[in-house]
């Protein structure tokens, strides 16, 4: 019997100098997608995420389309071997976006100038509102949004901003309040809280001054309706409807990414399909494992990984 997939789609912090030079290289459908995406944006985005600097590429405007158009560049080579097994996805934040791609609601080019002005208002919105996230690791004594009601309280405005497994939150908010929510947290249990390297507070509301604005960009693409359900961030929900999806992806700019529920609601819609992540790095496979470790995953982002993928497909085909 062949296997059907499940696709995850990776957000912000997992690129990395060099990806998807190998596809580049490789395949000229993957070849076409970097170049359609570097005319989409208006610049060589392909060069930097082929060769950095690693400090460029790491920028919010450069990093979301970058994560894009490598993801988009795997679709691009694997579709018409897989596509018509794939049953849902879902993507981490900026991912979802591209989920939207992979599933036909999106061209990537359109996709590509969405999450572009995307990046470049949640940039703007943390120089007018400078703010801080912080990784929380490990199992609390204490409720996580009952500690940043009360870091709020104290110190200034912190929330959860993903809910990414059981062992693993991510809080977003004004720099005072999330310093106190990491404290509370220490006290409560945590084995680290880590403060992250981005330019705002994003999935808070912090970020509501950029919502016009995505609303604007999301309104100036074509959509379709997505041929599979997405599973959305913000409810967990699966999406069919393209106007529900541009609703969706506009709160999700102040709303936390509901990352466990959507893993547990795709595990238990399709516990016997392999969940691949498409696009640069592991992290969603490393989470799945966590959330809902009956599911088969698999990594697909490099060459390599795309020639497994094939292979497999081919082998029940």
């Known amino acids: 019997m062949a296997t059907d997939f499940v696709l995850l789609l990776p957000g912000q912090g997992s690129q990395k100098v060099g990806m998807g030079k190998d596809l580049y290289d490789a395949f000229p459908a993957a070849r076409e997608t970097f170049h359609?995406?570097?005319?989409?944006?208006?610049?060589?985005?392909?060069?930097?995420?082929f060769e950095g600097p690693a400090d460029e590429l790491t920028r919010t405007l450069n990093a979301q389309p970058a994560l894009l158009a490598h993801s988009a560049a795997v679709w691009a080579v694997v579709k018409d071997t897989i596509g018509a097994r794939?049953?849902?996805?879902?993507?981490?934040?900026?991912?979802?976006?591209s989920?939207?791609?992979v599933t036909g609601a999106l061209e990537a080019a359109g996709a590509a100038r969405m999450v572009r002005q995307r990046g470049s208002l949640m940039y703007?919105?943390?120089?007018?509102?400078?703010?801080?996230?912080?990784?929380?690791?490990?199992?609390?004594?204490?409720?996580?949004?009952?500690?940043?009601?009360?870091?709020?309280?104290?110190?200034?405005?912190?929330?959860?901003?993903?809910?990414n497994s059981e062992e693993?939150?991510?809080?977003?908010?004004?720099?005072?309040?999330?310093?106190?929510?990491?404290?509370?947290?220490?006290?409560?249990?945590?084995?680290?809280?880590?403060?992250?390297?981005?330019?705002?507070?994003?999935?808070?509301?912090?970020?509501?001054?950029?919502?016009?604005?995505?609303?604007?960009?999301?309104?100036?693409?074509s959509w379709q309706d997505p041929r599979v359900p997405v599973v959305a961030n913000v409810n967990a929900a699966a999406i069919t409807s393209a106007v529900e999806a541009r609703a969706l992806l506009v709160q999700q700019l102040t709303a936390p990414v509901q990352w466990t529920r959507v893993m547990r609601t795709?595990?238990?819609?399709?516990?016997?399909?392999?969940?691949?992540?498409?696009?640069?790095?592991?992290?969603?496979?490393?989470?799945a494992r966590r959330i809902a470790p009956s599911v088969k995953t698999m990594a697909c982002g490099t060459v390599a990984e795309v020639e497994k993928l094939l292979e497999l497909a081919q082998q029940e085909s």
């Open 36 to 49: 359609a995406i570097d005319d989409a944006v208006g610049s060589a985005l392909s060069t930097l995420a």
């Open 86 to 97: 794939v049953r849902a996805a879902a993507g981490h934040s900026l991912g979802e976006f």
């Open 99 to 101: 989920a939207y791609h």
């Open 124 to 163: 703007e919105q943390g120089v007018a509102r400078p703010g801080a996230m912080a990784a929380i690791l490990g199992v609390l004594t204490a409720n996580i949004d009952d500690l940043c009601a009360q870091a709020t309280s104290e110190r200034g405005l912190v929330v959860p901003a993903n809910y």
């Open 168 to 221: 693993q939150v991510v809080i977003s908010g004004e720099v005072a309040g999330v310093e106190r929510a990491m404290e509370l947290a220490k006290e409560a249990g945590a084995k680290r809280c880590l403060p992250l390297p981005v330019s705002g507070a994003f999935h808070s509301p912090l970020m509501e001054p950029a919502a016009a604005g995505l609303s604007a960009a999301l309104d100036a693409e």
């Open 266 to 287: 795709l595990a238990e819609l399709h516990p016997d399909a392999t969940f691949v992540e498409i696009g640069t790095g592991a992290v969603l496979t490393g989470l």
